[in-house]
T-cell receptor, first 114, second 115 residues
Framework: GAGVSQSPRYKVAKRGQDVALRCDPI?????LFWYQQALGQGPEFLTY????????KSGLPSDRFFAERPEGSVSTLKIQRTQQEDSAVYLC????????????FGDGTRLSIL | GENVEQHPSTLSVQEGDSAVIKCTYS??????FPWYKQELGKRPQLIID?????GEKKDQRIAVTLNKTAKHFSLHITETQPEDSAVYFC??????????????FGRGTQLTVWP
């Protein structure tokens, strides 16, 4: 594809609901990253995959957050029992040459928890 | 972990003037420094990056300088145009160790270029 694709672009959920956010990286990109961007802030790292292996999940804020990339391509970020503080833009980035390459971002999913 | 500070938080310039955004970092292991431009509601777009073995890099109207000793790096935009208006983020990354691959971002600079 032409770039990193994320869906949905916008998601509104009630507090306590579960949500799933999808990321389609650039074809052939080995590494995939999830970041959380609060309003007026820079992105903050959540987790990192190399192919299907989740190499770093230390940025996930709680055990309600879970990410997977089972076939080494598409990734899903799941948030269980959502809370208002989960409201943010969730950005996905991919990189061709592993952890050391430039990261290219998608447009993000804007999540609003009511 | 790494801490990236970015200044100023807002910057207004007249079209044709230059703009400079400065960042500092704390982790001497950081060796890769990208800059992203983010327009409202859009994705962060990589505009230029520099590695620690290089002191300066230029791409048309955009340049980045790096001072490893002082742990700071700067973005320079010359001959600014209204379409340069956006939020600019600096970031730092260490390509080894437990934080492999992770980008640490500054808080952003809102650049406004007045016609």
């Amino acid at each position: 594809g032409a770039g990193v694709s994320q869906s949905p672009r916008y998601k509104v959920a009630k507090r306590g609901q579960d949500v799933a956010l999808r990321c389609d990286p650039i074809s052939g990109h080995v590494s995939l990253f999830w970041y959380q961007q609060a309003l007026g802030q820079g992105p903050e790292f959540l987790t990192y995959f190399q192919n299907e292996a989740q190499l770093d999940k230390s940025g996930l804020p709680s055990d309600r957050f879970f990410a997977e990339r089972p076939e080494g391509s598409v990734s899903t970020l799941k948030i269980q029992r959502t809370q208002q503080e989960d409201s943010a833009v969730y950005l996905c980035a991919s990189s061709f040459t592993g952890s050391m390459g430039p990261q290219h971002f998608g447009d993000g999913t804007r999540l609003s928890i009511l | 972990g790494e801490n990236v500070e970015q200044h100023p938080s807002t910057l207004s310039v007249q079209e044709g003037d230059s703009a400079v955004i400065k960042c500092t970092y704390s982790d001497s292991a950081s060796n890769y420094f990208p800059w992203y431009k983010q327009e409202l509601g859009k994705r962060p777009q990589l505009i230029i990056d520099i590695r620690s073995n290089v002191g300066e890099k230029k791409d048309q109207r955009i340049a980045v300088t790096l001072n490893k000793t002082a742990k700071h790096f700067s973005l320079h935009i010359t001959e600014t145009q209204p379409e340069d208006s956006a939020v600019y983020f600096c970031a730092a990354r260490a390509d080894r160790g437990s934080t492999l691959g992770r980008l640490y971002f500054g808080r952003g600079t809102q650049l406004t270029v007045w016609p």
